[in-house]
């Protein structure tokens, strides 16, 4: 069952449930954010392989 279905109990074991989901969900999406956002400054400052 999710949040959003009316038989939803927010008993002990949902809690940490959907505790450790958003907290995996939140660590997944900051390094995806890094990885992103260190390759665009990487490649407008010219580092990186040059093919030629």
């Known amino acids: 069952?999710?949040?959003f279905i009316f038989e939803w109990v927010w008993d002990m074991?949902?809690?940490v449930f959907m505790g450790g989901v958003w907290y995996a969900?939140?660590?997944i999406?900051?390094?995806?954010t890094y990885c992103i956002l260190k390759t665009v400054i990487d490649t407008y400052q010219g580092k990186g392989s040059q093919h030629d």
């Open 1 to 3: 069952m999710f949040p």
């Open 13 to 15: 074991s949902h809690i």
């Open 25 to 27: 969900t939140n660590i």
């Open 29 to 32: 999406g900051l390094a995806m």
